[in-house]
């Protein structure tokens, strides 16, 4: 290939996304020597408005550093690029000498390469690595990102399950996820056994019903004496609305630029409060959105999560080598294995979670589900299970 490599970062930050970015720049160095490294600012945004780190000229120990950084050190954007602006973003990309492009993201990230690719005819080769905590892009086993957001969820999920044993109670736990219910499982990951928190669990695949959790949560305390509840932000109701739309007021409810309800940072802590102050009078309840905390952790940072980004970042440079695509992380039954996928198979597509992850009666999770999540995020500390 020719000498120009430019590399983004788009969506939400996570704690490994820089380990892509440098395991792109040195494979590059080590295959391309004398190639430029151009780092777009915030996304798709630095390449309209010219505006680039020479990560070529950056000494390996401090791009190293960089990588151990969680969040996005190139900036990021939510910009979803319609065919408009991918047509200013290809023009940024000749501007720049561009001889491929590889965009660090998820399901957007995913579908502007495949609109850039069409566009282009060939000339430039684009690359997708993948990133998200959600862990919903299709072709992949798992997404570099989810295994360290899912340690800080299992891990705070065992911790407040221990609290609740010394002071019982409600604990509801609200954990990132749109429409895909990985991460909010990851909550049972770290289960002391059948009977520890969380005892229950909703996620986006499955239709929310309030009646139906206010007796879940009474059944559980009936039995426990308390109830720890793992919700995704994204649960809808039956009727196909997101749960926040069914109890916050209208005049209450923000959207973002794409016209999607705002899950974080709504007033759904307080209407599942208030729902559980009305459903179950006089019984101790605390609701806690968990928020951007597990995405980017710097103390939840996973050594095998880690070093996947980086390979995810060098095996894109292979596949740029190659035209273009989406690099994918799959599982063969024995370790978890790069491959190149059509962008097709990927761009703007949603991996759900596996219906047979959830038992089919109640709102837990299935041995199919747990030993999912106990490959990828095994236990990580030793705890003694409490007296009370």
Same mark, same amino acid.
């Given at each position: 290939m020719a000498g120009t490599f430019v590399i983004a970062q788009g969506g939400g930050p996570t704690a490994v996304i820089n380990q892509t970015v440098v395991g792109a720049t040195l494979e590059i160095r080590k295959r391309h020597p004398g190639a430029k490294v151009l780092g777009s600012i915030h996304g798709v945004r630095g390449i309209r408005d010219g505006n680039y780190v020479d990560l070529s000229a950056i000494p390996e120990d401090r791009l190293r550093l960089i990588a151990g950084t969680p969040s996005a050190a190139l900036g990021s954007t939510r910009d979803k690029p319609d065919a408009a602006y991918c047509e200013v973003i290809l023009n940024g990309l000749k501007k720049a000498g561009a001889d491929a492009f590889i965009y660090i993201g998820g399901n957007d990230t995913s579908g502007t390469q495949q609109i850039l690719t069409d566009a282009a005819g060939g000339s430039i080769a684009f690359v997708h690595a993948p990133k998200t905590i959600d862990n919903d892009l299709e072709e992949?086993?798992?997404?570099?990102?989810?295994? =360290?957001?899912?340690?800080?969820?299992?891990?705070?999920?065992? =911790?407040?399950? $221990?609290?609740?044993?010394? $002071? #019982?109670?409600?604990?509801? &736990?609200?954990?990132?996820? @749109?429409?895909? &219910?990985?991460?909010?499982a990851a909550a049972a990951a770290w289960q002391l056994d059948p009977e520890s928190g969380p005892h229950l669990v909703y996620v986006p695949e499955r239709a929310f019903s309030a009646e139906r959790f206010i007796d879940d949560v009474r059944k559980t305390l009936d039995r426990h004496k308390r109830c720890i509840v793992a919700v995704s932000e994204g649960v809808s109701t039956a009727d196909g609305k997101a749960l926040v739309e069914s109890l916050v007021? #209208?005049?209450?409810?923000? @959207?973002?630029?794409?016209?999607?309800?705002?899950? =974080?940072? =709504?007033? $759904?802590?307080?209407?599942?409060?208030?729902?559980?102050?009305?459903? $179950? #009078?006089?019984? @101790?309840? @605390?609701?806690?959105?968990?928020g951007y905390m597990p995405r980017g952790y710097v103390g939840a940072i996973s050594a095998v999560d880690a070093k996947e980004a980086f390979d995810a970042g060098a095996f894109a440079v292979a596949v740029a080598e190659e035209g273009g695509g989406s690099v994918a992380l799959q599982y063969d039954g024995a370790k978890t294995v790069l491959k190149k996928v059509p962008l097709k198979a990927v761009a703007g597509k949603t991996r759900h979670m596996p219906d047979d992850f959830m038992q089919p009666d109640v709102n837990q999770l299935s041995e199919a589900g747990m030993a999912y999540l106990k490959r990828l995020v095994p236990e990580k500390y030793k705890v003694g299970k409490p007296f009370v």
């Open positions: 992949n086993d798992h997404t570099p990102g989810f295994i =360290s957001a899912a340690e800080f969820v299992a891990g705070a999920f065992l =911790s407040v399950d $221990l609290d609740f044993r010394a $002071l #019982p109670g409600i604990y509801v &736990g609200i954990v990132m996820g @749109r429409h895909a &219910g990985f991460l909010t007021p #209208p005049e209450k409810l923000e @959207r973002d630029q794409h016209g999607n309800v705002k899950l =974080s940072g =709504s007033d $759904l802590p307080a209407a599942l409060e208030r729902a559980l102050a009305e459903g $179950l #009078p006089g019984k @101790r309840a @605390r609701v806690d959105a968990l």
